[in-house]
């Protein structure tokens, strides 16, 4: 099993871009350092709490400062992009990292962001396909003309990536018709953000896909979820900092991939409130929190249930400042990991 980080960027309206980005990417060195697989990050557009809206130019700089963490998006919004010019910028990556780049793409989880640039939300999905298509294609680095429907081109040629015969492929979302489009597909699928129950049906339609296509079990296409985690070096530390946390900022807190909600004075819980509302954050598997210990016994019950090949923690809970968002990649690094590939053996 694999393990590594997934940052959808999320960063609290008063800290200006440069200082998260700062933040953020010494998180993915000190990730890199500690021996984590993957640092995948998300593409948002035109929400001021998020600060991604180019993957590409976010991954041209962790290239330069990580050595050998493998990087991608999950997800590029395929239909907001020109799947020549991903290509090539994709391409390029590959190069810029030593082939290191994985290729997450997505029908975009806000049709707003889509509507907002004039395309058409309801042909998203042939177009992401066609997509992907094209990108196989222009990976070969040979000349060609396409006539498509919604892409067309004439004498195009793109760089050949170092992976060939292209980097890896992934797709995030939790549609079952989707994990069966992935395993025939041979590309990988991260699932998330639900509870373990919900995501038992893609994982499964994901899994017997696979068997058909007569693929080993822990080859690729990989499955990986995508989850909140928070540790600390004993559930009662853990447990009083999060109710602490939920205590000042109430709803924000672990308001996960979509817009954080508004907080004033009436909203915030006191300490009873609190309690509760953490523990319905730990029973319904919003966040992984606790120990090391406590931590790896979820995670090795959550991968065996959902049959996981990777598992990618977002350490970033809304509120948390830098030092405990280290300390949890550090512990989750260090002491989450091992126990819980100690526990699956």
């Given amino acids: 099993m694999k ?11 008063e800290v200006p871009s440069y200082r998260a980005y700062n933040r953020h990417l010494a998180d993915a060195e000190l990730a890199d350092s500690l021996g984590l ?16 809206p180019s993957p590409t130019a976010w991954l041209g700089a962790m290239s330069q400062r990580t050595k050998q963490i493998r990087i991608g998006a999950l997800a590029y919004t395929a239909p907001m992009h020109n799947p020549i010019r991903l290509a090539e910028d994709v391409s390029m990556l590959d190069h810029l ?20 640039i004039g395309v058409d939300p309801n042909i998203r999905h042939p177009l992401m ?6 990108m196989r294609k222009a990976w070969q680095g040979q000349s060609f003309d396409y006539p498509g429907t919604a892409f067309r081109y004439k004498n195009v040629r793109v760089d050949v990536p170092i992976q060939l015969p292209h980097p890896p492929l992934w797709y995030a979302g939790n549609d079952p018709r989707a994990a069966t489009w992935c395993a025939r597909n041979l590309v990988s699928l991260a699932i998330g953000f639900q509870p373990d ?18 693929k080993e079990p822990h080859r690729r296409p990989y499955l990986a979820l995508m989850r909140h985690l928070y540790v600390a070096e004993s559930d009662e530390q853990a447990r ?4 602490h946390d939920l205590e000042k900022i109430g709803r924000a807190f ?4 979509r817009e954080i909600p508004s907080v004033d004075s009436d909203d915030l819980p006191d300490r009873v409130d609190a309690e509760k509302q953490l523990d319905d954050l730990l ?11 406590t931590c790896a016994r979820k995670l090795a019950g959550t991968s065996q249930t959902l049959g996981l090949n990777v598992f990618l923690a977002n350490p970033y809970l809304t509120g948390l400042e830098p030092e405990r968002i280290q300390r949890t990649i550090r512990l989750y690094a260090e002491e989450v990991v091992p126990q819980v590939r100690s526990l699956l053996e």
């Fill in 197 to 214: 129950d919900q995501l038992i049906n893609p994982a499964t339609a994901f899994h017997e896909q696979k068997r058909e296509e007569k």
């Fill in 37 to 52: 697989d993957y640092h995948f990050v998300a593409e948002r557009h035109f929400m001021a709490l998020y600060r991604t």
């Fill in 254 to 257: 672990a308001a996960g991939p």
């Fill in 129 to 134: 396909v066609e997509s992907l298509v094209i």
């Fill in 240 to 243: 009083d900092e999060m109710i």
């Fill in 3 to 13: 393990f590594g980080i997934f940052d959808i960027m999320q960063v609290p309206p």
């Fill in 283 to 293: 029973e319904n598997d919003v966040v992984i929190g606790g120990s090391p210990a």
């Fill in 97 to 116: 990292s030593g082939g290191r780049v994985e290729v997450g793409v997505g029908l975009g989880h806000r049709p707003e962001e889509l509507v907002a």
